[in-house]
């Protein structure tokens, strides 16, 4: 009799537990979007912002985003084939970023940069050519060095391998240019702004140039990865390298193609980098690579169109979130690497993202 009455006690008991376990991150979910809220207000309700301020911090998040969204693509691209996060690619991308530079300064010196408007714009091109090659080059020492004798080995040693290549490039600039920051001159054909009448709303040439650019690198991939006999091999590579290798692919050519792709983004995107931020260091790469990682975490590792929503979002999080939380504006990392640590908890798998195989988680 005392068995029959403590049965329904303890199920009961066990469903409260696992009911409360379920719903506790949910709930805690909701708190920090209500305060979140609140904050919004009160801050709104303090201050007076005008609507060309907000325009401006609009267009920013934008540009920003666009050349998050140049390095997350990287991160996605790599993940997706290799299942392993490569933390030096925020290197490769300063790599990039200090090939551009050198490039400015031949032009600069035989006085393009401020020539005419045909000589301004090829310094461009050859400093995006010469970022893209330069990451290029690097990407794939380092696949054929650090990452391919490590392909069949514990994820978390490739892991590891990844970030002290991080270490060994950032250290190896740091020998080779100094610490001292390199200065970016804006050639003349993106040094201005792009006044709207007497709207008080204005843009920079290089923000736009930047924000086209981004948009027309990430729409080349998408045409690459989706409608080239390459980009079929790697998106069936990314399904099962044992079964793409039956089916005749060159798994390791698709491999180094990847690479490839991904290191000419980034180093477009480090070229672009130096030009919005007018410096180029030998630890550029750092923080851009991490926040470019939580972009395609929020958007979902893995998944190309997640990879670029998740770096707009973030980049317009940046902009809007200190002056909308009443904050200092050094507190956008801070709001940067917090979207991280939320989104893991509340949503693993990314705004976008799958639930994964057991194969790939």
Request: aromatic share 12%; no cysteine.
């Amino acid at each position: 009799m005392d068995t029959a009455y403590t049965k329904p006690q303890k199920s009961f008991l066990s469903r409260t537990v696992s009911f409360l376990q379920q719903n506790f991150i949910r709930a805690v979910g909701v708190i920090i979007i209500l305060f979140i809220i609140w904050r919004v207000i009160y801050v709104a309700g303090q201050t007076s912002y005008t609507p060309q301020y907000w325009v401006s911090q609009l267009f920013n998040g934008l540009v920003l985003g666009g050349v998050y969204a140049l390095i997350a693509l990287g991160y996605t691209l790599v993940y997706g084939i290799l299942f392993m996060i490569n933390f030096a690619h925020g290197e490769v991308m300063m790599m990039g970023g200090f090939a551009g530079y050198f490039v400015l300064q031949a032009m600069t010196a035989m006085g393009w940069t401020e020539g005419t408007s045909w000589q301004s714009v090829l310094t461009i091109v050859f400093m995006m050519l010469a970022g893209m090659l330069v990451s290029i080059l690097v990407a794939v020492l380092l696949e054929r060095l650090a990452y391919r004798p490590l392909r069949n080995a514990p994820r978390l040693v490739p892991l590891i391998s990844a970030i002290g290549a991080s270490f060994f490039l950032q250290y190896s600039a740091l020998i080779i240019f100094g610490a001292l920051p390199h200065p970016y001159r804006k050639p003349t054909a993106i040094d201005g702004i792009l006044k709207f009448g007497d709207s008080g709303i204005s843009i920079s040439y290089t923000g736009l140039f930047i924000f086209v650019t981004s948009v027309v690198l990430m729409i080349a991939l998408q045409l690459i990865v989706r409608k080239t006999k390459m980009g079929r091999a790697m998106r069936s590579v990314a399904e099962s390298k044992e079964i793409a290798t039956l089916m005749g692919v060159d798994v390791d050519r698709v491999i180094v193609f990847t690479f490839v792709l991904g290191a000419a983004l980034a180093g477009a995107g480090g070229v672009m980098f130096g030009l919005h931020n007018t410096i180029m260091r030998f630890n550029s790469g750092f923080i851009p690579g991490l926040k470019a990682f939580t972009a395609a975490v929020l958007g979902g590792i893995g998944n190309l169109p997640g990879a670029m929503f998740g770096a707009l979002t973030l980049g317009l999080l940046e902009a809007f979130g200190p002056s909308a939380l009443g904050m200092p504006t050094e507190y956008k990392d801070v709001i940067a690497f917090s979207v991280l640590v939320l989104v893991l908890i509340f949503r693993p798998t990314g705004l976008f993202g799958e639930v994964l195989s057991e194969k790939k988680a």
